[in-house]
């Protein structure tokens, strides 16, 4: 029996699913593999990782030890957007348009740190799950999947979570063919992989309600303009393939846990205060589960 937990894309309302991970494992969840997208591949590396610490050092595996320490990881280190990106002026925006070097709207170097110091090479190989993850390659538009035998893997770590027009496209090794941004545009939860990989169960954690979550935002604002529209090709791409999947494969146990109020988090103004309300949502979601 293969468990794989399909981890989706989400931005910062990914601390949604680290609180359900807590929970459901504590409810005694282990799954054999994990699949992640966008925010999603952030929190499955960061927990294979964990695993992985824990072999190495010879602890006794412990997989709610895992989910705690990433919950741990988005209470401290993700604390405001600054933990996560740097926003370029107005004269680098510019400068950049003008030479046809645009970098995106923000410049992502505090994520490449912070994920250098969070996350091992020799951890993830000595997890005892696996790992995917998955990007966009921009230039011939194919979704591709990695798993941590890959040379580059904190590349497309990267480009997992590169959204388009915000953050920088991400050339592996420097190679302009191999160019890539969020695998959201394609799969926003990578459940049709996992159905291809032979999963037997497949628990989901999506951060988006099946409806767009509606409410006033500023469209004058080029950031949240945006994410909003992120969002809505998001919650598209989502329903059509969680939908798909449960209709087509009547053979797999498929759970499909989502928020059930919108997830309303500001990605330019947020605090530790709405990193710990979106973890404490998913705790409760997760405790709420009828395995």
């Known amino acids: 029996m293969t468990k794989i ?13 680290a609180g359900v991970m807590k929970a459901i494992m504590e409810q005694g969840y282990r799954p054999d593999a994990v699949y992640g997208v966008s925010a999603g591949s952030l929190n499955a590396a960061y927990f294979v990782n964990q695993l992985g610490l824990q072999a190495i050092t010879g602890e006794p595996i412990s997989f709610l030890q895992a989910a705690q320490d990433l919950w741990d990881f ?21 400068l950049s348009a003008l030479r046809k070097k645009f970098k995106g709207l923000v410049d992502t170097q505090p994520l490449r740190d912070l994920l ?39 590349d497309y770590l990267m480009a ?29 939860a990578p459940i049709k992989k996992a159905v291809e990989d032979g999963a037997s169960q497949i628990v989901c954690i999506s951060c988006h309600m099946e409806s767009i979550e509606g409410g006033y935002f500023d469209s004058g604002d080029l950031l949240a303009l945006v994410d909003r529209v992120m969002d809505i090709a998001v919650n598209e791409i989502l329903n059509a393939d969680i939908k798909e999947v449960m209709i087509s494969n009547t053979t797999i146990d498929i759970k499909s846990i989502r928020p059930p109020q919108p997830l309303t988090i500001d990605i330019q103004n947020f605090s530790k205060l709405d990193i710990r309300r979106m973890l404490e949502l998913g705790y409760q979601v997760g405790k709420d589960l009828k395995w």
Do not use: C
């Not at 090479?121 to 990695?146: T, W």
């Not at 959204?163 to 592996?172: E, G, S």
């Open 160 to 188: 997992s979570s590169a959204v388009p027009i915000l953050m920088p496209v991400v050339q592996i090794n420097n190679e302009p063919r191999r160019s890539f941004l969020d695998g959201g545009l394609r799969d926003v």
């Open 116 to 154: 250098k110091d969070v996350l091992s090479i020799r951890n993830l190989h000595a997890s005892p799950i696996d790992l995917k993850i998955g990007a966009v390659n921009v230039i011939d538009g194919m979704m591709y999947y990695v798993d941590t035998s890959e040379e580059y893997f904190l």
């Open 5 to 17: 937990l399909v981890l989706a894309g989400g931005s910062v309302k990914g601390a949604f699913q």
């Open 74 to 94: 988005w209470e401290t280190r993700i604390t405001s957007p600054e933990s996560l990106s740097r926003p370029l002026t107005i004269f680098q925006l510019g």
